[in-house]
């Protein structure tokens, strides 16, 4: 299962590229808006730290605005996917930009029926928005569960892109479920980093090392 970031923070980015664990990152209008700058040079510079793929979203809502801002997206580098959300414009611009070439990853996915159209129409990527769904007292995972196997009966080539990531647990369960990718905030990158074991098993070791090193002295 591939790992994205969910975030338009360059620091938070290079951080997690350094470590060598991130296979692209997902932005969004609310995540580049608490970002200063031009977005269109944060893109950039995304894409040249990650060197994978960076989701860019449209804010037009019909579909001749989103095929002139995909388009323009697209051109900023060749690891923008073009995001657009699901809704009748969305598909269908979807469809126009997939078949110039251009990646798109349907977002704003809430239900099986939506996953499977964005996938009829050549999406790249579609993705479920989990914790969102959980916010509302549904079980979002229930919904990577039902678009994992309608896409294993097929051959679209779209992948499984589990958004609205809340905790490491949606992480499990997404690589349980066969989930192509999870994109996940920094934060939650972090927290599934530790373990109170970890750190108390290396304390020990150096202890238990420094003790014997001074015994032999
Ligand atoms: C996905 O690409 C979205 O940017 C994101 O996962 C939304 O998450 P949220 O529900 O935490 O805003």
Redesign the pocket.
């Known amino acids: 299962m591939k790992l994205f970031v ?1 975030t338009g923070n360059v620091k938070e980015i290079e951080a997690l590229a350094a470590i060598g664990i991130l296979d692209g990152v ?3 209008p ?2 580049l808006s608490k970002e200063s700058g031009d977005y269109k040079q944060i893109l950039k510079q995304i894409c040249q730290i990650v060197q994978g793929p960076v ?1 860019a979203e449209v804010v037009a809502t019909d579909t001749a605005g989103m095929l002139r801002e995909g388009r323009e997206l697209a051109k900023i580098d060749p690891h923008i996917v073009v ?1 657009v959300p699901f809704t009748k414009d969305g598909v269908k611009a979807c469809k126009t930009l997939a078949a110039e070439g251009t990646r798109v ?1 349907v ?1 704003l996915i809430f239900s099986a029926t939506q996953a499977w159209l964005a996938a009829k129409v050549g999406a790249t990527y579609v ?1 479920p ?1 989990v ?2 769904l959980d916010d509302i007292g549904t079980t979002g995972m229930n919904l990577i569960r039902e678009i994992v196997d309608i896409f294993d009966n097929y051959e679209y080539g779209t992948e499984v ?1 589990v ?4 905790n490491p647990i949606h992480i499990v369960e997404a690589a349980r479920m066969g989930a192509d990718v999870v ?1 996940v ?1 920094a934060a939650v990158i972090d927290q599934s980093f530790k373990h109170p074991l970890t750190d108390l098993g290396l304390e020990r070791f150096l202890k238990d090392w420094e003790k014997a090193q001074a015994a032999k002295v």
């Open positions: 969910d997902t932005t969004n609310t995540l989701s995001k990853n977002t993705s928005f914790g969102r892109l958004a609205s990531v809340r994109t905030p």
